[in-house]
């Protein structure tokens, strides 16, 4: 082998044997995947051993050669799951049996020094806590049935793919880190499906484009991701709605006496624990100036200035109406509650309501109210015309109505029964959510009949309510 030394002091590495195979694994699988798609998961593995033959090299020239010779055999590992992935078969690499141990490169950190013993014996160090991310991956290769046998490819702008194969199921799931408090998501892609899959999929809510022979969804929560890839891999439609106890009924029946009461006395108590400030500012949002409140938060003005006809900034009000709706806590069982929505008046007027739903909402979609959202338990009390429009008039005094209504269904263990504070009483049947609450889309249903109006349903249910990992 070549042990000159080249510039900089660095051993020239050309004829270092692990280098070239390195290289070698790596030039010989690129040229044996020209054929395939950019979006290919055989192209992560490659990637990888591009990477490792990369790190093979510095090693090298460092004068490692037993972490030359490690890695370069990872290199050829890895170049050996790309054309394995290539013939649409679950292939192995380095670390892939274990998806924790997946998500980061380089070699493994050295075993702990054991502890000394205890009365009870040895213990074993406990294992270390891994991204959520990849935690989510490791489900959705179960979802796919391939469990351990699929390949798990760490990514470099920190997303973790999942990929299997197989003669009529294969394709690839890349999860990434969630921000905030928001759930990982993930973009997938079916390589293989036969008919039935296929059809699977295409009777279940989530939409997806096809490009190249490939089925593709390109952002959807974790959680959904999931159920996506078992209804590919059971061949069963999914009714992403049913796991948090909605259902696609034609009709929604108004809320009875006893459960309307039952809002009073927890009303009344939630009210007796208020500060003065955070009673005045949900009283004063509830009667007189929710239209000033709303259009300033929701035209994202200025929250350090005051709304109109105000002198208290927004901040110090929003501030108040948060702290009061948060000091109601979680429930232990979801709420369930509705929203009447108001379309643009253009969507209106051409009569195209439900295809907007479907297009702004789609199942797997995340919806945020820049306001507080008031809902009521009552499905016919949202289905209002004052809550939900769908009659239209023009600036030339022309006036139509268009052929349905939109109302929201919620899914939260969140917000405040503000009856006792509000100008209607319990009426409304009234809980109000915090501004700025994030949502998940879980279906959109036409047709469905609440109060003698036809209704689009769209079923959102609070980011806490979606599984985590």
């Known amino acids: 082998m070549c042990r000159a030394i080249g510039k900089g002091g660095r051993r ?34 490659l990637k990888h051993a591009e990477q490792w033959a990369a790190k ?110 197989g003669a009529d199921f294969a394709g690839s799931a890349t999860v990434y880190a969630g921000t905030d408090d928001e759930p990982p998501y993930a973009r997938v892609v079916f390589n293989h499906l036969d008919q039935d899959r296929y059809e699977a999929l295409a009777n279940s809510p989530w939409p997806y484009r096809v490009e190249h022979g490939q089925v593709i969804y390109d952002r959807v929560p974790a959680d959904h991701a999931e159920q996506i890839i078992k209804a590919a891999a059971t061949r069963q439609a999914c009714r992403p709605w049913e796991r948090h106890g909605l259902t696609n009924s034609p009709v929604r029946e108004q809320l009875d006496r006893d459960r309307a009461g039952a809002l009073v006395p927890e009303s009344k108590a939630w009210a007796a624990r208020l500060s003065k400030d955070q009673r005045h500012w949900t009283q004063t949002y509830t009667t007189s100036k929710h239209k000033a409140i709303n259009e300033h ?47 643009p008046l253009e969507v209106r007027k051409s009569n195209q309501v439900a295809a907007w739903a479907r297009a702004n909402f789609p199942a797997g979609s995340r919806y945020r109210d820049a306001s507080f ?20 008039e023009d600036d030339n005094n022309q006036r139509g109505r268009a052929d349905h209504a939109v109302v929201f269904e919620l899914v939260s263990r969140r917000g405040a029964a503000v ?30 009949q609440i109060n003698g109006r036809n209704c689009v349903v769209v079923q959102l249910v609070d980011t806490e309510e979606v599984r985590r990992y």
């Not at 270092?16 to 040229?31: I, K, M």
């Not at 929701?298 to 948060?326: F, L, W």
């Not at 009856?419 to 994030?438: D, F, K, P, V």
Request: aromatic share 6%; glycine share 10%.
């Open 56 to 165: 093979t090299k510095e090693a090298a020239e460092s004068g490692d050669d037993a972490k030359a010779g490690q890695y370069a055999e990872n290199a050829k590992k890895c170049a050996e799951a790309a054309r394995t992935i290539a013939d649409g078969q679950p292939g192995s690499y380095p670390n892939s049996a274990d998806p924790r141990h997946a998500y980061a490169l380089g070699p493994m950190p050295a075993k702990p020094e054991p502890e000394a013993p205890t009365p009870s014996g040895w213990q074993a160090p406990p294992m270390p806590e891994f991204p959520e991310h990849v935690r989510a991956a490791s489900a959705l290769a179960a979802a796919s049935g391939a469990g351990g046998a699929a390949t798990f490819i760490p990514r470099q702008d920190g997303g973790q793919t999942v990929a299997w194969g």
């Open 373 to 392: 959202m008031s809902s009521s338990h009552c499905p016919h009390v949202a289905a209002h015309e004052v809550f939900s429009r769908s009659d239209w």
């Open 419 to 448: 009856g006792e504070i509000s100008m209607a009483g319990n009426l409304e049947r009234e809980r109000l959510h915090r501004a700025g609450s994030s949502w998940v889309s879980v279906g959109v249903h036409e047709n469905v």
């Open 297 to 343: 938060l929701y035209k994202g003005r200025d929250i350090d200035q005051p709304a109109e006809r105000m002198d208290e900034p927004m901040r110090e009000v929003v501030g108040n109406i948060n702290s009061a709706i948060d000091s109601a806590g979680r429930s232990e069982r979801p709420h369930h509650t509705f929203r009447g929505f108001t379309p």
């Open 12 to 45: 020239c590495t050309s004829s270092h044997p692990a280098v070239r195979a390195a290289r070698r694994a790596a030039v010989r699988t690129a040229e044996g995947l020209s054929g395939l798609g950019a979006e290919h998961p055989a192209r992560d593995a």
